[in-house]
């Protein structure tokens, strides 16, 4: 039990426990972040996902050291083989040495990372091709636009490599092109290379491309904390029926099949269930409507996606 115990400890990265955050203004106090704990295990992907104003980046400026909690615990898991973690970081706004140009500053972060300098200037050159900037070289990085900063701020994040990487919204200067890239090199780094990664994010369908868990965060609070593979799982499918006789069929499907979640809507039966998953017993549903000698008009299928899950979490 102990040893289960101590590798636990070894697996959390980062532990908060009932952290809170008060900012106050003109005597008026406002809680940006509000009594919220939450793990974040080695080699996993989180999303931070909520409303602008919800406390993502009030939580992750905390996380970094950047702004003082009010309240809570936060525990960053810096010892034993954890020690030489390299941190890359992609702030929500940027800022870089704009008076240098790409190679030169990315060779200077990769050395302030702890990289030799040929390691750093192989590893710039690599990301400034992937993110196509070579053309750019030679122009100094205040003449660039703001997607094109926001490649570099990325890159100079990624250089090293990093076991644990933080990013408040990474992608929303990025073209549907390059927010793919991206992805796919988090996806890389976390599987390949073992890293930890927190990415804040309104893209919820990026999330769900890559993320393994969710936190929702609203007003302050976590309102969902949850593995996105489980929160798929949960995902009941639906389908809409369009028969004659509707409410008798609704009671016959009830009876006959132990059916709880379904309505009459209009003209439309509604059938929400687990067993929707299996073609099977669609067939089953229809063969049981005829068997009472009523028709089936039509019928469609449509199944809740994460980002509609999210979404209603959200409104609620």
Known sequence: MDNLKIKMEEERIIT???LSKQFKNKGIVAKAVDDISL????????????????????????????????????????????????????????VIYDDM???????????LSGLDKS??????????????LETAKNKKIKTFSSGMKQKILISQALLHSPSLMILDEPTTALDPVEQKKLLDILGKLSKENGSTIIMSSHHLQELEMIADHVFLFENGKIVLDSDIKDMKKS????IEIKTTNPEK??????????????????????????????????NTIIK?????????LSIS???????????????K
């Open 16 to 18: 908060i426990r009932n």
């Open 39 to 94: 793990d974040i295990l080695k080699g996993k992907i989180y999303g931070f996902v909520g409303h602008n104003g919800s406390g993502k980046t009030t939580t992750i400026k905390m996380i970094l050291g950047l702004i003082r909690p009010s309240s809570g615990e936060i525990k960053v898991n810096w010892e034993g083989n954890v020690k030489n973690y390299g941190l890359g970081y992609v702030p929500e706004r940027a």
């Open 101 to 111: 140009y790409p190679l030169e500053y990315l060779i200077y972060i990769g050395e």
């Open 119 to 132: 390691t750093s200037r192989k590893n710039a050159e690599d990301y400034i091709k992937i993110f196509g």
């Open 235 to 238: 995902i009941k499918g639906q």
């Open 249 to 282: 069929v609704l009671n016959i499907l009830r009876k006959e099949l132990n059916i709880r979640d379904i309505i009459l809507s209009g003209d439309k039966i509604i059938i929400n269930d687990d067993r929707l998953s299996s073609s099977s017993f669609k």
């Open 288 to 296: 049981k409507i005829m068997d009472f000698g009523e028709d089936v």
């Open 301 to 315: 299928s449509s199944s809740k996606s994460f980002y509609d899950s999210v979404m209603e979490k959200l409104k």
